[in-house]
T-cell receptor, first 112, second 108 residues
Framework: DGGITQSPKYLFRKEGQNVTLSCEQNLNHDAMYWYRQDPGQGLRLIYYSQIVNDFQKGDIAEGYSVSREKKESFPLTVTSAQKNPTAFYLC???????????FGSGTRLTVV | KNEVEQSPQNLTAQEGEFITINCSYSVGISALHWLQQHPGGGIVSLFMLSSGKKKHGRLIATINIQEKHSSLHITASHPRDSAVYICAVVDTGNQFYFGTGTSLTVIP
């Protein structure tokens, strides 16, 4: 079955450490996205990528980095520069622009 | 100011009730999505609309482009419908805007 796999589901890290969240899709979608969800807030776009080796900042990109070396993979690194990293992170993919939009199951990151 | 407003924020219903969730938006859109987020966090796309009405099982989604308003209806609600329902719009520049969600609890 085609879909998006995010791993791990729960992640704990010490303050000051970088951490990388995995997102893999086998839908042959060109576009991939990373969102952050905080309690009481809508999803906010961190980064998105329309094609391999290209990505764009979203609304809240500061403290995050991404890479898109393969069509299937769009890992997100939460760096120590991100002031409030504890959140729920969702990866999504779509046929550009915005058809067949599919979400992953999310990763809950807790920084202690 | 949020580009997408949903109401109500929280909703509790008895099993079997007819449920309506509303979404108003302020931008020109190319499409509107209704998403369902289960307690584990994963999100499923229920509908994508650009006009009119769509139906899938007990779920019905309508959109009025002139009034910038959409509704999601659930007929004969069931406890398994308990989830957060999120309205999202795509503007004419392909930018997504998300509502904060409606948390639905259906009691047996």
């Amino acid at each position: 079955d085609g879909g998006i796999t995010q791993s791990p589901k729960y992640l704990f890290r010490k303050e000051g450490q970088n951490v990388t969240l995995s997102c893999e899709q086998n839908l042959n979608h060109d576009a991939m996205y990373w969102y952050r969800q905080d309690p009481g807030q809508g999803l906010r776009l961190i980064y998105y990528s329309q094609i391999v080796n290209d990505f764009q900042k979203g609304d809240i990109a500061e403290g995050y980095s991404v890479s898109r070396e393969k069509k299937e993979s769009f890992p997100l690194t939460v760096t120590s520069a991100q002031k409030n990293p504890t959140a729920f992170y969702l990866c999504a993919s779509s046929i550009w622009p915005n058809y067949g939009y599919t979400f992953g199951s999310g990763t809950r990151l807790t920084v202690v | 100011k949020n580009e997408v407003e949903q109401s109500p924020q929280n909703l509790t219903a008895q099993e079997g009730e007819f449920i309506t969730i509303n979404c108003s938006y302020s931008v020109g859109i190319s499409a509107l999505h209704w998403l369902q987020q289960h307690p584990g966090g994963g999100i499923v796309s229920l509908f994508m609309l650009s006009s009119g009405k769509k139906k899938h099982g007990r779920l019905i989604a309508t959109i009025n482009i002139q009034e910038k308003h959409s509704s999601l209806h659930i007929t004969a609600s069931h406890p398994r419908d308990s989830a957060v329902y999120i309205c999202a719009v795509v503007d004419t520049g392909n930018q997504f805007y998300f509502g904060t969600g409606t948390s639905l609890t259906v009691i047996p």
